[in-house]
């Protein structure tokens, strides 16, 4: 897997993941005006964007990884009636077994009362 991409708020590019952030942020990269949404983030926030070719939640997974103690879990995606959709995977009732392995793993980096929020339209 390609290396991801953490953003630093104030000047786009690539920084350092040693930082102990409490909140992370997760962007899709199809998401129209990402560019914006980056920029109403708190500076303080881990913010990610996929890799569109990629699978999400493996993506996910490794940079959940990275962290400890994350309150919360921002996830912003595309979204529809029973599935939410990030880059080119999509999560709903068939997909969510195959996934669970690696979705219990997150709780490994997440407080005892971390929140998951995710945003997308009509989820």
């Known amino acids: 897997m390609n290396t991801l991409t953490q953003i ?6 690539v920084v350092d993941t040693s930082d102990r952030q409490t909140e992370i942020v997760i962007l899709d990269p199809t998401v129209p005006d990402s560019h914006h949404i ?17 699978d999400a939640i493996e993506q996910i997974t490794t940079i959940l ?15 529809a009636p029973s599935h939410i959709q990030l880059g080119n995977t999509q999560l709903n009732n068939q997909t969510l077994p195959h996934y669970s392995q ?9 407080t005892a009362d ?10």
Do not use: M
């Open 114 to 123: 971390a929140a998951i929020i995710i945003y997308g339209c009509n989820v």
């Open 65 to 79: 990884d990275r962290h400890q103690d994350i309150a919360a879990l921002h996830i912003i995606s595309h979204g």
């Open 38 to 54: 980056i920029q109403g983030i708190k500076p303080e926030t881990a913010t990610y964007i996929l890799e569109s070719q990629t």
């Open 102 to 110: 690696q979705i219990q793993k997150w709780r490994n980096s997440l």
């Open 8 to 13: 630093n708020k104030k000047k786009f590019s």
